[in-house]
């Protein structure tokens, strides 16, 4: 299951089970924290490989322009070369792909930001009563009914007082 799937799954508020998402709450925020730090890692180590490459090429361009079908060493040259060098395009590829994790780690970190939130919002609503279940106006007691019922329940007949 990939980022997109899973975080859409876990960032799901259960009005039910509030209890048990509070709990998970801090692991799971925690949980997609670490995978944005390890994303962000891998991102600036493919970084740093990508520019020693650039390097490495310009070297040897410079060192035997002939073997690369230069005639003249620019950095115009140099520059046109690295980007049809193969190892070069794929390892940009990767980054291109660790840049978008990244980003979908950051917003879903955001999103658990959001979520931490609208738990405490829930919560408050929950302990308001706003959740409990609404009676039609002809089932709620009238006044009157109520009097008879604690009378009764005091043990006087028919609810006189």
């Given at each position: 299951m990939n980022i997109i799937e899973q975080s859409q799954i876990?960032?799901?508020?259960?009005?039910?089970?509030?209890?048990?998402?509070?709990?998970?709450h801090s692991e799971l925020a925690?949980?997609?924290?670490?995978?944005?730090?390890?994303?962000?890692?891998?991102?600036?180590?493919?970084?740093?490989?990508?520019s020693n490459k650039e390097a490495s090429?310009?070297?040897e361009i410079r060192k035997d322009?002939?073997?690369?079908?230069?005639?003249?060493?620019?950095?115009?040259?140099?520059?046109?070369l690295s980007k049809t060098n193969k190892p070069l395009y794929d390892l940009r590829n990767n980054l291109l792909e660790l840049d978008y994790q990244v980003n979908?780690?950051?917003?879903?970190?955001?999103?658990?930001?959001?979520?931490?939130?609208?738990?405490?919002e829930e919560v408050s609503l929950y302990i308001a009563g706003y959740f409990s279940p609404k009676l039609k106006p002809e089932?709620?007691?009238?006044?009157?009914?109520?009097?008879?019922?604690?009378?009764?329940k005091k043990?006087?007949?028919n609810g006189t007082t």
């Open positions: 876990d960032i799901k508020i259960h009005k039910d089970h509030l209890e048990d998402d509070w709990e998970n925690l949980f997609y924290h670490i995978q944005l730090a390890n994303s962000i890692k891998e991102r600036d180590s493919l970084k740093e490989q990508v090429l310009a070297i322009p002939k073997l690369f079908g230069v005639e003249k060493v620019t950095e115009n040259a140099i520059f046109e979908l780690l950051k917003g879903v970190t955001i999103a658990f930001d959001h979520r931490k939130k609208a738990l405490e089932l709620k007691p009238t006044t009157d009914t109520q009097v008879k019922l604690l009378n009764t043990g006087k007949p």
